[in-house]
């Protein structure tokens, strides 16, 4: 049976507390922040611009959408475009609390952006480009999970849960995508 190690608790509450209020100009970073401040915000704001397309996309998508059997699409568009301005508030309201300015400026917004705005005009290709822009969505979170890590905890936890969201959103227009054609592109259990 192997030993169990307790670590002891380490933290002088006494030095904690000197610290918070010699640093107080410093906000909600500590000492103990591990990451690259500006570099994170250079990265959120990528982020943020992403979100900011995904929104406008799905969003215009749930107005064009037309068609007989529209209406579940339409109401599947707008759930998802709801979502991603949820993730952009999360993201905005990280950078500033990493001492930076949401950039929100609608100039060059398609170039900071993983995903792309798209142009579909019919309703398969709508939920197609909002699949494929899905798929992106949760490699580049993937990504930056593991580029945050244990650096930038905070931002590492708010990413998670976007992309559990986004992995939800691309199975929805996975199983949208197959209602319209009819052939999984996933394979089935086995």
Request: charge should be negative.
């Amino acid at each position: 049976m192997s030993e169990t190690v307790v670590k002891p608790f380490l933290s002088d509450v006494k030095a904690l507390r000197k610290r918070a209020r010699a640093h107080i100009e410093a906000g909600a970073l500590t000492e103990s922040y591990k990451g690259d401040v500006g570099k994170a915000i250079e990265i959120l704001q990528n982020v943020l611009a992403t979100e900011i397309v995904c929104v406008l996309r799905y969003t215009q998508n749930a107005i064009a959408a037309v068609g007989i059997d529209s209406e579940s699409v339409r109401e599947e568009f707008m759930e998802h475009a709801g979502e991603e301005q949820e993730h952009m508030m999360l993201v905005a309201e990280r950078i500033n609390q990493l001492g930076g300015d949401p950039n929100f400026n609608p100039e060059g917004l398609a170039t900071r952006s993983a995903s792309e705005y798209g142009s579909a005009e019919t309703l398969v290709d709508m939920i197609k480009e909002n699949l494929i822009a899905e798929r992106i969505a949760v490699e580049h979170y993937r990504e930056l999970i593991r580029y945050f890590a244990d650096d930038d905890p905070t931002t590492r936890v708010m990413l998670e849960a976007i992309l559990a969201k986004e992995e939800e959103h691309a199975s929805d227009m996975h199983d949208l995508l197959v209602a319209r054609e009819g052939t999984p592109f996933l394979p089935g259990p086995n």
